[in-house]
C-alpha cells in the first residue's frame, strides 16, 4: 500500500501543516508551547460557508472538500486528482483561491469560505456562471463549479483582467473535456460585469 | 421514407442553442452519481494489486472486519488466482466514513507471491521473455494483402523506410468511474457514471446474476467517458454487493490512481513501414508490419494504412500483451494511431518527389470514398490557414525559435441505429420527451428537447426531456459518436406521430383535414393560412384526461453515416529546450445535419484540445523494473491547461441533406498529427514517435545535425 502525499499529511496530523497555515502571531504562541495535539476521534468544527454557519462534527483529518461534500451535501465543487492540481475543488476562503482537497476543515475555522453554491442569488446566476452558460463553457460540467469559482476569483482581483491575467489565474484548473477555448470566451465576456 | 424528414426550414435545428442543463452544471446543482448522497449510504473501498504480475496466496479479511465503522468486507479474487496487473481488483471494503473504509482496506492482508511480469512491449518481445500469457504473449493476426507488392515498389523513384510509434494514454475522467449502488429488497437501483445505461443494467444483472427487470440504472449527469464508461465493471459489481453485505445503500467511486491504472487506456501503436512514390508524386505500394499494446489480455488494432490510396499494400498486425491495465475504446479508437503513423510518412514522402504536403494528399485520395470531403477542405483550409505562407521543410529563419505548418486528414463513421422513445402531449398542453440516452457531455438532453420543440412548434421551455434512466424507452450506449444520429430520428419520428394524432382531434374543430395543418410558433394552423388556427394550449385542451402517448423508435432517412475532415496546425520549437508549443489550429469537418450549433462546435474544440494532450503532454509511464505506473496521478500525467491551448477555429460544414451524424470522435483525429507534421516543417527533423516531448525533439534535432532523420 502506497502512502500519498496528502494521506501522509494526514496522518501527521495537523503538527507540520498547522504552523504553516495560521497567521504569524498564532504562529508564535505555539513556538513557545508547542502545537495542540488534535484528535484522533471526532472534533467539532465549526465553517461559515456561504454566509452560514455548518456545525459538523469529525476527524480532524477530514479535509475541506470532505467535510462539505459529505457532511454538509455541498456537492457542487469536485473531488478529481485529490492532490492540489486540476482545481475541481477550487473555493475561495477569505478572499483567495484554495484547493479544498489538500485543506483540513478544521484549518479554516473562523474564515469565510465561498463555494460554487454561493455565488448566484435564488434564480439569478452570477455573471460568471451566466456567461459560462450563453457561450458553452462547459460540456460534461465536471470541471465547471472550479473553473467558475477560479473564474470569480480572478476577476474580482482584476476586474478588467487581460487575456493574460486570466490565463494565469485559471492555470491551476484543468478540464478533459476540453472547454479552454470558451472559459475564455466566458471570462472575457463576464469581465466588467462580475461582482463580488 | 417520405413521412418522416427534417423541416426544410427549421427554426431550432442548425442554430446555436444554450444547454439546458448549463444553470445546473455551473452553480454546482447538478447531481452527479459522485453527488449521490442517500440516506444512510456508506462508502467502499477496493484493495487491488501492487504488482503487475502475481499469484494470490492468501487473503485475510479479519483484520478490515474488526476495525472501526466497517460495514461489509469482500474478498473478490480466490487465493490461487493471479493478477495480471497493478491494480488489478483483489478485495473491498465498506464503512460509515470515506476516511474509514480507506483505513480498514489497509489493513486485508493480502500475501501475493510475485511472478515474473513485462513492463514493456519490448520486454514481451524479448526473445527470453517469460511466458506470461495463457496463448503466448503476442497473437497475430491474419495478413491484408492486395496486388504484388514488388511490382509496386518497382514503380517507385523513392522508398522510405522506417518505424512509427505512438504511446498508451489515459482517458483520465474528470469524474472517476464508480456508482452508488442500494437494494430494495431484490431490487437494485445504481447510479452509475456511465456512457450507457442500458448496458450496465445487462452488466448488473449479469455479473449478479439477477433479472434485468430486476436493475434500474440511473445517470442524470456524468463527469466524462470518452468511451471508458460502458459496464459496470468489477468496482460496479463489487459496490453491489457490499451494499448487499450491509444492508445500507453504497458509494463506491474509484480514486484518481486506480482511474489511472484501471479504467482503459488508448492502446500504443507502432509499424515499420516500407513505402514507395513515383517521381511524379503517385503511390505505388505500402508495406506495413504494425504491433501495439491494450495491456493484460487486450487487442490493440488500427487502422493502416490511414485514407490515402496506396494501390498495392500489405499490413500485419501483432497484438503483444504487457502487464498493465487493459485498454477501453478512447475517443476514435484506433483512429489517431493510426493517422499519426500514416500522416508523418506522407510528409516524408511528399519531401522525396518536392511536392507539397497539400498538393500531394490531393493527388493520392481514394478513388472511392463516399461521402469524402477531403480535396474541397484541403483547398478550403489551405486558403483560410494561409498555408501559401508556409517554407519548405526546416525553418530558414535564425534564432533559436522556429515556425512551421502541418496538414492532416481524417474520416469516421457516426451512423445512428435502434434508439426508442416515448412523448407525452397532456390536456395542459404540456410535453414530455422521454428516451434512455445519457448525456456524457456533448448535449444529449439539450438536442432531444430541441428536436421536440421543432416539431411540435413549441419554444424549447415547452418541452420536457427526460433521459438517463433505464425506466425510459431504450437507446445504447453512447459511443463510436452515434447517439445524435440515434437519438434525434427517433425523436422525431415519435412526435411526428404525437402531432398527427394531435392534428387529427384540431382539423374538425377548424373544418381542415388534418394533413393540412402545420404547428408553427406555439400555433396549430392551416399550411396555406395561419390566421385560421389555435394556439397550442387551447389545441391540447381537446385531448381530455388520456394524454397523447405515442412510442417510436430510430428510422432510416434521418441520419447518415461517414464523416471527414482536415485540420492544419501551425507550431512553434524552441530547438534549445525541444519546447513545442501550438499556435494555431484550423479544424474543418462535416456532421450531416448540424442539430445544436454550439455544442457542436463544442465537441470540435475538446478533440482539438484532447489531441494536443496526445501529441505534447499526457503518456503513461510504466517502470520498467517494476512494472508501477509512475505517474498515476494528475501533476505528473501532464495535461493542458488554460496556457497551452492555441488559438482554434472551427469550420462545421453543415449538410442537411445527409441527416444527423455523429462529430464527438472525428475531431480529435488529426489534430496531433497535424502539430508532428508542424515540428518537423519547423525544425527539418523527423519525430516518428509520439508524444513530442522535448527530450525527444532535441534528440531528434541532434540526429538531424548529425547526418539526417530523413
Known sequence: MTVSRRDFLKSAGVTSLATAVTAAGAAETEAQTGPRVVGPGDLPVTLMVNGKRVELRIEPRVTLLDAIRNRADLTGNKRVCDRGTCGACTVIVDGRTVYACSTLAIEVQGKQIRTVEGLSTGNALHPVQQAFCDVDALMCGFCTPGFVVATVAVLEKHPNATREQISRGLDGNVCRCGTFVRIMEAAMKAKGVARG | ?710
Open chain 2, 1 to 710: 421514407m417520405a413521412k418522416y424528414s427534417w423541416p426544410e426550414k427549421p427554426t431550432l435545428l442548425g442554430s446555436a442553442v444554450t444547454r439546458l442543463d448549463g444553470p445546473d452544471k455551473v452553480t454546482g446543482r447538478a447531481r452527479y452519481t459522485y453527488d449521490i448522497n442517500r440516506p444512510g449510504m456508506i462508502y467502499g473501498r477496493m484493495v487491488r494489486s501492487p504488482f503487475a504480475h502475481a499469484r494470490v496466496v492468501s487473503i485475510d479479511l479479519s483484520p478490515a472486519e474488526k476495525a472501526p465503522g466497517v460495514r461489509a468486507v469482500i474478498a473478490w479474487k480466490e487465493p490461487g488466482a493471479q493478477v495480471m496487473y497493478q491494480g488489478d481488483p483483489v478485495a473491498a471494503v465498506a464503512a460509515d466514513t470515506e476516511e474509514r473504509a480507506r483505513d480498514a482496506a489497509r489493513l486485508i492482508r493480502v500475501r501475493y507471491e510475485p511472478l515474473p511480469h513485462l513492463a514493456s512491449v519490448e520486454q514481451a518481445l524479448a526473445a527470453d521473455a517469460p511466458a506470461v500469457f495463457p496463448g503466448g504473449n503476442t497473437q497475430t493476426g491474419a495478413t491484408d494483402e492486395t496486388g504484388d507488392l514488388e511490382a509496386g515498389f518497382a514503380k517507385a523513384a523513392h522508398i522510405v523506410e522506417a518505424t512509427y510509434s505512438t504511446h498508451v494514454i489515459t482517458h483520465v475522467c474528470l469524474e472517476t468511474h464508480g456508482c452508488v449502488c442500494e437494494w430494495d429488497g431484490d431490487k437494485l437501483t445504481a447510479w452509475v457514471s456511465t456512457q450507457g445505461v442500458y448496458p450496465c443494467r445487462i452488466g448488473f444483472a449479469d455479473g449478479l446474476k439477477i433479472p434485468q427487470a430486476n436493475v434500474r440504472v440511473i445517470t442524470q449527469y456524468m463527469g466524462g467517458g470518452f468511451g471508458s464508461k460502458f459496464a459496470p465493471d468489477v468496482q460496479g459489481l463489487i459496490c453491489a454487493k457490499l451494499a448487499q453485505q450491509a444492508k445500507a445503500p453504497v458509494k463506491l467511486m474509484l480514486d484518481r490512481k486506480e482511474e489511472h491504472l484501471d479504467t482503459g487506456n488508448r492502446p500504443s501503436a507502432a509499424a515499420h513501414i516500407r513505402a514507395g512514390v513515383t517521381s511524379d508524386g503517385m503511390l505505388t505500394a505500402f508495406d506495413g508490419q504494425s504491433w501495439g499494446t491494450g495491456g493484460a489480455g487486450a487487442l490493440s488494432g488500427f487502422p493502416l494504412p490511414y485514407i490515402y490510396n496506396f494501390p498495392i499494400r500489405k499490413r500485419t498486425h501483432k497484438n503483444v500483451f504487457i502487464n498493465a491495465g487493459p485498454q477501453r475504446a478512447m475517443r476514435a479508437p484506433g483512429h489517431p494511431q493510426g493517422c499519426f503513423l500514416t500522416e508523418i510518412l506522407m510528409d516524408e514522402l511528399a519531401d522525396r518527389v518536392k511536392m507539397d504536403p497539400v498538393a500531394f494528399r490531393m493527388r493520392n485520395l481514394p478513388p472511392a470514398a463516399p461521402n469524402a470531403m477531403w480535396a474541397e477542405y484541403f483547398t478550403r483550409g489551405a486558403k483560410a490557414f494561409g498555408w501559401d505562407k508556409r517554407h519548405a521543410t526546416g525553418d530558414p529563419a535564425p534564432g533559436p525559435i522556429k515556425t512551421g505548418m502541418g496538414v492532416s486528414a481524417h474520416r469516421w463513421g457516426g451512423a445512428g441505429r435502434g434508439s426508442q422513445a416515448h412523448v407525452d402531449i397532456m390536456s395542459d398542453g404540456s410535453v414530455v420527451v422521454k428516451c434512455g440516452t445519457q448525456d456524457i457531455g456533448t448535449g444529449t438532453r439539450t438536442i432531444v428537447a430541441m428536436v421536440a420543440a421543432e416539431t411540435l412548434g413549441l419554444p424549447m421551455s415547452a418541452v420536457k426531456p427526460e433521459i438517463g434512466d433505464t425506466m425510459y424507452p431504450f437507446s445504447g450506449g453512447s459511443g463510436g459518436s452515434t447517439t445524435a444520429a440515434s437519438v434525434t430520428p427517433a425523436i422525431r419520428v415519435t412526435t411526428v406521430n404525437a402531432l398527427d394524432q394531435l392534428f387529427a382531434k384540431v382539423a374538425p374543430t377548424l373544418g381542415a383535414k388534418p394533413e393540412d395543418l402545420v404547428a408553427q410558433g406555439g400555433r396549430i394552423h392551416l399550411k396555406d393560412n395561419a390566421s385560421k388556427g389555435v394556439a397550442w394550449k387551447d389545441a391540447c385542451r381537446l385531448i381530455g384526461t388520456e394524454p397523447i402517448s405515442v412510442d417510436g423508435k430510430w428510422e432510416d432517412g434521418l441520419s447518415g453515416a461517414g464523416t471527414s475532415g482536415v485540420q492544419f496546425a501551425e507550431a512553434s520549437v524552441d530547438i534549445e529546450t525541444g519546447i513545442v508549443k501550438v499556435t494555431r489550429i484550423l479544424a474543418i469537418q462535416d456532421c450531416g445535419l448540424i442539430v445544436d450549433k454550439l455544442t457542436a462546435e463544442s465537441q470540435a474544440y475538446g478533440g482539438v484540445i484532447a489531441a494536443i494532450n496526445f501529441a505534447l503532454f499526457e503518456d503513461r509511464i510504466i517502470d520498467r523494473v517494476t512494472g508501477q505506473m509512475v505517474n498515476p496521478n494528475m501533476e505528473w500525467y501532464l495535461l493542458a491547461g488554460m496556457s497551452d491551448v492555441p488559438t482554434i477555429d472551427i469550420m462545421l460544414n453543415n449538410m442537411p441533406e445527409r441527416g444527423v451524424i455523429g462529430i464527438g470522435e472525428p475531431p480529435t483525429v488529426s489534430t496531433a498529427s497535424a502539430i508532428a507534421n508542424a515540428v518537423r516543417n519547423a525544425t527539418g527533423a523527423t519525430i516518428r514517435s509520439l508524444p513530442l516531448h522535448p527530450h525527444k525533439v532535441l534528440a531528434a534535432i541532434e540526429q538531424q545535425k548529425a547526418g539526417g532523420t530523413n
